[in-house]
């Protein structure tokens, strides 16, 4: 008996210490914007270096207005097979899930939202911009019903709300989330959302996990720049600019071969614009419309139309811009503050390049034998009725017309033969201006 009092006080000793270590650190990342193969890339590396961590779970704080249907089944594919639980917040206040954001949501282990924020209207969206039959629709619409329904019923969320959201295209606040078992739960911040969810257990591909997150440290995962920069290009506004940057520096190069700038700065922002469209709902119709309208004001520097030309490029560019993208979320369009100034900085510079070229042709030539008369000389020697006179530098044989005129006087040419000029005073009726 006396021999075990030692271990028990060994056991009381280290039992508080044991009760009172440090929890795991949690993992965190933050995803705001379209769902783009960039999300899908940055959530991929964030559950991968979760797991390498050995954190207990991820947090992904979302806010996203959807994004590309590929790119949103990619990522909930990779949530649904993590070793790690994913816990998605739907924050800060005012954020939402919306469109491909409600299928990553549902497919998260553990699902809350922020307060003042929304989820809902999952309704495919037609990418391409082309017309489809609605037998197509319906089975698109099908298959994403399919798909999310499968997803809440693997999560154990609302799968008769899930259906709705992509057929109806439904949307509700965080309360009535609540309500109706489409999230878990609500938190005011990401310390509170630990708290919350410490204790509870759930299901990840190596087995049941309970979660001890009350005062667990959060470990942030910085977005590299390469990602920073890819996701930024992949915003529809920034696309559109690259888009008629790339066709105006090209153009350019074109037109004045050995520039090599416009050039360099045109393939480089077009490369880049066509890496953004992949990754949107693109309008095809609306990109011809583009290309039609900087045609039409390339065609009106080549043909005198008196302007016909130039404002039906205005007009196709403008209608093209409207229809680039075709998506309902605002998030997808192109904002009227990229239109305007693109499309009135892309038509003023090509009127301002036909309003030079209208002024080229009627300047008087300056180049040539033509390009003499008319201009003022100075008389270098006598003429009597021959001798020298000083034109912009030049020294010319010259014939004077009447009387003789003496050096340091002033002649107008009024003519020209061969490598003679024939001159008169400035003063007189020939040679008055």
């Known amino acids: 008996m006396r021999a075990g009092l030692p271990l028990l006080a060994l056991a009381a000793l280290l039992g508080p210490g044991a009760a009172g270590a440090a929890p795991a650190p949690v993992a965190k990342i933050d995803i705001e914007g ?7 890339r940055l959530v991929g590396l964030a559950i991968d270096r979760a797991q390498s961590e050995r954190a207990q779970a991820l947090i992904i704080q979302l806010d996203t ?12 594919q990779r949530m649904l097979n993590a070793e790690v639980p994913v816990i998605i917040f739907v924050a800060p206040t005012g954020a939402r899930a919306a469109s491909a954001g409600v299928f990553i949501t549902l497919a998260a282990h553990i699902a809350a939202m922020a307060p003042a924020t929304n989820i809902g209207a999952a309704s495919p969206v037609m990418l ?5 039959d609605k037998t197509m629709l319906k089975k698109i619409e099908n298959d994403a019903a399919a798909f999310i329904r499968t997803v809440a019923l693997e999560r154990g969320r ?5 259906e709705k959201a992509v057929r109806q295209a439904v949307s509700i606040t965080e309360r009535e989330a609540v309500r109706l078992r489409v999230v878990d739960l609500i938190a005011d911040s990401t310390t509170d959302l630990l708290e919350k969810v410490d204790g509870r257990t759930v299901k990840t591909t190596r087995g049941t996990v309970t979660l001890q997150t009350r005062g667990a440290p959060v470990t942030p995962i910085e977005i590299g720049f390469r990602d920073r920069v890819l996701n930024v290009i992949t915003d529809p506004n920034v696309a559109y600019v690259l888009m008629m940057l790339g066709m105006l520096g090209l153009f350019f190069e074109l037109s004045n071969p050995g520039a090599i700038l416009p050039g360099v700065i045109g393939g480089i922002s077009l490369i880049l614009a066509f890496f953004a469209f992949q990754s949107l709902p693109i309008n095809y119709a609306g990109l011809l419309l583009i290309l ?9 520097i080549k043909i005198v139309s008196h302007g016909i030309l130039a404002i039906g490029g205005i007009v196709s560019m403008a209608l093209g811009s409207l229809m680039l993208f075709d998506a309902p979320e605002i998030g997808l369009r192109v904002s009227w503050w990229a239109i305007v100034p693109m499309v009135g900085a892309t038509a003023g510079l090509f009127l301002f390049v036909i309003a030079a070229g209208v002024r080229a042709l009627a300047r008087r030539q300056l180049l040539g034998p033509s390009g003499l008369v008319g201009q003022l000389a100075t008389v270098k020697e006598r003429l009597a009725p021959e001798g020298q006179v000083l034109v912009s530098g030049e020294i010319w044989r010259a014939v004077a017309e009447g009387e003789p005129v003496d050096a340091g006087a002033r002649v107008r040419v009024v003519a020209v033969d061969g490598l003679t000029l024939r001159v008169a005073k400035a003063d007189t009726k020939g040679g008055a201006p």
């Open 292 to 300: 039609f309208g900087i045609v039409l004001l390339v065609a009106e």
């Open 65 to 76: 207005p959807g994004g590309l249907e590929r790119s949103m089944r990619a990522i909930v």
């Open 128 to 132: 391409g911009g082309g017309n489809t």
């Open 34 to 40: 379209v769902i783009s193969p960039v999300t899908l």
């Open 158 to 162: 609302n799968a008769d709300w899930a």
